[in-house]
């Protein structure tokens, strides 16, 4: 692609990076199907419905993804760190698309209804949460706000996508008023993922101890049991 035209066009569509950019577009192919279907009236009885919650559904599946990333690496998959960031702004605008349709669609934008609704229903009250949990992390995903968060800051702030899948999956589970398989699935692997970081947490945490433990001379005889 010439400079010229390339000048105009975001980073992300313009970078070196083939797989990153597939990424994005095939990532927002599920988006554009769901709103074709809608726009040519192939929904169902309740489309807005059958839309909202399909745009969720995908925000939640690119958490986990994004989330299974390091645990994959660790047990001697593919290092996929890379892409990361991708699966997770492909997971705010799932999100962001799914808040939308339920403030455009649903609510018709009433504001004061939007925060009844919030307040009155606790599984909206907690999809809320999700998603204000994401907008920082968003916010924060570029090379810009990596370099002014630093000592670890960008880090600890990014842990807290943990929190917002949790609160996501366990949205889903509320929405569906029920116990059906495919919420359990995902709140499952949410919490998988949880305890494979709580898992590294407690790993890290006294691997430290273990470096500044005084060496002992080894009093054992040498053939004696361990």
């Known amino acids: 692609m010439p400079p010229a035209a390339a000048a105009g066009l975001p980073r992300w569509l313009t970078g070196t990076d083939p797989l990153r950019r597939a990424i994005y577009i095939v990532g927002m192919v599920p988006a554009v199907w769901y709103f074709y279907l809608g726009l040519t009236d192939q929904l169902g009885a309740d489309p807005q419905n059958v839309l909202e919650r399909a745009l969720g559904l995908w925000a939640l599946r690119f958490l986990i993804a994004g989330l299974a990333i390091t645990p994959l690496r660790r047990l001697g998959g593919p290092n996929l760190i890379r892409y990361r960031r991708a699966i997770g702004l492909l997971a705010f605008s799932y999100a962001t698309l799914h808040l939308t349709v339920y403030m455009v669609l649903d609510q018709g934008l009433d504001l004061s209804a939007i925060v009844a609704d919030i307040v009155k229903r606790p599984y909206i009250t907690v999809g ?8 920082p992390l968003a916010v924060t995903s570029n ?34 008023k029920a116990w059906p ?12 993922l949880l305890l494979f970081r709580f898992g590294a947490y407690l790993q890290k945490r006294q691997k430290p101890r273990t470096a500044r433990a005084p060496s002992r ?3 054992r005889r040498v053939g004696s049991p361990d």
Do not use: T
């Open 181 to 192: 398989a495919e919420p359990l699935i995902y709140a499952a692997l949410v919490a998988i």
């Open 128 to 135: 809320m949460f999700a998603f204000l949990v994401l907008v």
């Open 143 to 176: 090379n810009a706000m990596i370099r002014r968060l630093s000592g670890g800051a960008w880090q600890k702030l990014h842990r807290w996508v943990y929190v917002a899948a949790a609160a996501a999956a366990i949205h889903f589970i509320m929405l569906v």
């Open 217 to 219: 001379p080894d009093r």
